[in-house]
């Protein structure tokens, strides 16, 4: 006899694999080593919202509830029986409701704070997240048009490698399942500057850690564009991860930054960097100048010291009397006027405080609808070539700017004969190729990359779904089964595999892919009604290179 159950038992089953959540380690507790020599710098530090950037749920879990109008989801983000949850119900579909329970937080609430959970492995950010700018829980953005509730949000490596410390790769093939811990230690930890400590700490001192103040300008100033530069678009360079960055490296060998000629530079993401390049300040001092010419990285100054903390650093320069006597005397903030707040203190990664630092202060342009310029430029980064070229222009396409396909294409295709060695190339030209109907170069691409990574996921859900438009069902069953087995969260290759399934005669195979993806997204209506329909297999239709894999 069956009983009605108030939560979707999929839900429910998840939330006992989830119970003990690996801790990170603060950086108070991570760096502790440090606070017998260094104890000021250590204590300083702690205070500033790069040692408090991430780290356990519960240390920084701000309880509120949000109705998201649109979808009709109400989310609470609670305290429950001690632990952290975020739970989930909708008003139009009383079936999709569910808690999870939350590991982790990712923002030290200056501007933000959103959590992150994991569902059996998988790690996921919560589609509701906390502003300071209006003290409560918004939808993330991009999904407040959404008619539903999204699909779980995947956690990349690359999304937490500037947010928390030590940060472990993605199981091979896949985008976010993470056997072991996903990171070490809550917070921007000292070693994340400093490097390796470990022979300094074991020497009391005498052996060599790496100091930005003394490394040459490019590895210098790396330590922080690591973090703190974006472009609109960046690509990791041929055979290199960002995951791989070292203090005392420089980040052009890891990773190139592209830019839209003619976007404005105040309303792109984390933009400080680009901006102060911009600036007379250091255009006229060049190397001289960094960012630690203003800002010390082991402090942030409180409000009320703020203005004579910055005005110190100016006068630093511009020792002239004029400076420090008569220029302005009524106002002893530099940064008020020659540093304005650009109003877009809600988004994060958008830089709120000019660092161009004009002479008059310029009207302020805070629209976020800027045209799409279709022009890709490099910016820091010295040695980009034309594959990096070609890919930042495949990943512009891939996030939606369809007007660069054809660049892509063409910039992909004169690289061809050049990527043999090269997987993340290899797998923008097979799907690049399939959307081309070049079926055979896209396999021919596709199976190059499968030999240099045979988990590959770009290359298996797509091959797969070539395998299937040739009526080679047995074997695109197994090809997009074995990149499912590690994707059970990847909503596009479960109805993928579900349809062939189904166009091979098996039902029940096909509904139990849809059940496995369910889990990950319980409040997406074309996954449960395509689940309903699946008793009698009728014209599923294949979607070719619908799925795209682990892009960074
Ligand atoms: C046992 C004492 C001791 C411990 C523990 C220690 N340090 Fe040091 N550290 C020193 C001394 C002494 C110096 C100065 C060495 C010099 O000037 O040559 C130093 C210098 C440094 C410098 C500057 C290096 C340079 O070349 O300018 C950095 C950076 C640094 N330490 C970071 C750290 C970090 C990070 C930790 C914790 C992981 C740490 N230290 C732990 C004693 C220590
Ligand atoms: C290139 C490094 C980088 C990446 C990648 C990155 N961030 Fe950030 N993020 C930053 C920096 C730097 C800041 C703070 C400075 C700023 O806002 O300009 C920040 C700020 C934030 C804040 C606001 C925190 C606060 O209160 O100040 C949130 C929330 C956030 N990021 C979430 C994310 C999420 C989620 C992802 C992945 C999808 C992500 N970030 C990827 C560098 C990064
Ligand atoms: C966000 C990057 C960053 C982090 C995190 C960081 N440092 Fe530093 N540290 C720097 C930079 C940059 C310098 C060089 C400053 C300068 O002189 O321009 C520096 C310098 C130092 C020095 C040399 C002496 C001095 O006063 O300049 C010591 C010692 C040091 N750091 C210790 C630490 C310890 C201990 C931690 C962790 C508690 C830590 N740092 C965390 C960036 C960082
Ligand atoms: C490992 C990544 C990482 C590195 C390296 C890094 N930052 Fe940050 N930084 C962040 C993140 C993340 C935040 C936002 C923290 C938050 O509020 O949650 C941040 C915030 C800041 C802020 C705003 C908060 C404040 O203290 O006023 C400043 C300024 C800053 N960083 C300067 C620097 C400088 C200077 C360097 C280089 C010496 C540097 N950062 C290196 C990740 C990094
Ligand atoms: C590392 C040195 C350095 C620092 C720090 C510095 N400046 Fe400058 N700044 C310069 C130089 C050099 C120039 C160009 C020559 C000049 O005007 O003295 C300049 C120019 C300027 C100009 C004229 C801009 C123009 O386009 O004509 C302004 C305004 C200015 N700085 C303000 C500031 C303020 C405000 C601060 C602190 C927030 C500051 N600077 C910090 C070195 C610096
Ligand atoms: C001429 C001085 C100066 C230099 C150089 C400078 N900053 Fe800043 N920065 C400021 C001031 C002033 C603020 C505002 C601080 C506040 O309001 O508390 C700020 C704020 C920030 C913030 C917080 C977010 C925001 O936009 O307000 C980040 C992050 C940051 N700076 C990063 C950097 C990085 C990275 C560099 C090097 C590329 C850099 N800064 C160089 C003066 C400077
Ligand atoms: C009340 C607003 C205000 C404050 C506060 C202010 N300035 Fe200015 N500053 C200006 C304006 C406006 C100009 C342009 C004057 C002109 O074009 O004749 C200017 C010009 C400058 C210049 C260029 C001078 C030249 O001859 O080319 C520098 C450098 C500068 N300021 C630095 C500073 C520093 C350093 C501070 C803090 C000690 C400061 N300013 C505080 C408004 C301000």
Redesign the pocket.
């Known amino acids: 006899m069956r009983r009605r159950i108030p939560l979707p038992l999929i839900v429910t089953l998840l939330i006992a694999c989830t119970a003990h959540a690996f801790q990170p380690t603060p950086v108070r507790v991570a760096d502790a080593q440090c606070q017998k020599c260094h104890k000021e710098i250590f204590e300083r530090y702690l205070a500033t919202p790069m040692a408090r950037a991430s780290g356990a749920a519960e240390e920084n879990l701000v309880p509120g509830t949000f109705l998201h109008a649109t979808s009709g989801v109400e989310y609470s983000i609670s305290n429950t029986r001690g632990l952290p949850y975020l739970s989930f119900r909708s008003g139009k579909h009383p079936d999709i409701a569910g808690e999870y329970r939350l590991s982790y937080f990712l923002g030290s609430g200056h501007l933000g704070t959103t959590y992150l959970y994991g569902l059996n492995h998988y790690l996921f950010e919560s589609p509701v997240a906390w502003y300071a700018s209006v003290h409560g829980y918004d939808m993330k953005p991009g999904l407040a048009e959404m008619p539903q509730m999204p699909p779980s949000l995947p956690m990349q490596s690359g999304c937490l490698r500037c947010h928390m410390s030590s940060v472990a790769r993605s199981d091979p093939g896949t985008i976010n399942r993470y056997s072991g811990s996903p990171f070490l230690h809550g917070g921007i930890t000292c070693e994340a500057c400093h490097g390796d400590s470990q022979r300094h700490v074991s020497s009391g001192g005498k052996a060599p850690i790496v100091n930005p103040a003394h490394l040459e300008p490019g590895r210098r100033?790396s330590v922080?564009?690591s973090c703190?530069l974006e472009g609109d678009v960046s690509v990791e360079r041929s055979g290199r991860a960002a995951l791989d960055y070292r203090p005392g490296d420089s980040i052009s060998d890891y990773l190139a930054f592209y830019v839209y000629s003619g976007n404005n530079l105040t309303a792109r993401g984390?933009s400080?960097?680009e901006q102060?390049?911009e600036?007379t300040?250091?255009r006229t001092s060049g190397d001289k100048?960094?960012?630690t010419?203003?800002?010390d990285p082991h402090f942030?100054?409180a409000?009320d010291q703020?203005a004579a903390f910055?005005r110190a650093?100016?006068l630093n320069c511009h020792s002239q009397q004029q400076f420090a006597q008569s220029h302005h005397p009524e106002n002893p903030d530099c940064?008020s006027c020659h540093?304005r707040?650009t109003g877009a203190e809600n988004i994060p990664h958008v830089?709120?405080?000019d660092?161009r630092?004009l002479r008059s202060p310029a009207p302020l342009d805070t629209s976020t609808e800027h045209p799409q310029s279709a022009e890709l430029s490099p910016v820091f980064s010295p040695g980009a070539n034309q594959r990096d070229l070609a890919m930042a222009y495949y990943k512009a396409f891939l996030e939606g700017n369809s007007s660069v396909g054809p660049k892509a294409w063409n910039l992909l295709q004169a690289q061809r004969s050049t990527i043999g060695n090269d997987a993340d190339a290899l797998d923008a030209f097979g799907l690049m190729s399939a959307q081309h109907g070049d079926n055979r170069d896209a396999e021919e691409a596709f199976q190059q990359a499968l030999k240099l990574d045979p988990h590959d996921l770009t290359a298996l859900s797509n091959l797969g779904a070539l395998e299937a438009k040739q009526g080679k069902l047995k074997s695109s069953v197994a090809t997009l089964q074995s990149a499912f087995e590690a994707n059970k969260d990847v909503i596009g290759l479960a109805m993928n595999l579900a349809r062939v399934q189904c166009m091979d005669g098996d039902a029940e195979g096909a509904r139990s892919t849809l059940d496995a993806a369910l889990i990950y997204a319980p409040g997406v209506e074309e996954l449960r009604r395509m689940r309903n329909q699946m008793s009698d297999c009728k014209n599923p239709g294949i979607n070719a290179g619908a799925t795209r894999g682990a892009t960074p």
């Open positions: 100033d922080c564009i703190h984390v400080e960097v102060l390049a600036s300040c250091k100048m960094s960012c010419s203003c800002h942030t100054p409000p703020r910055f650093k100016c940064t540093m707040h830089a709120w405080t660092h630092i």
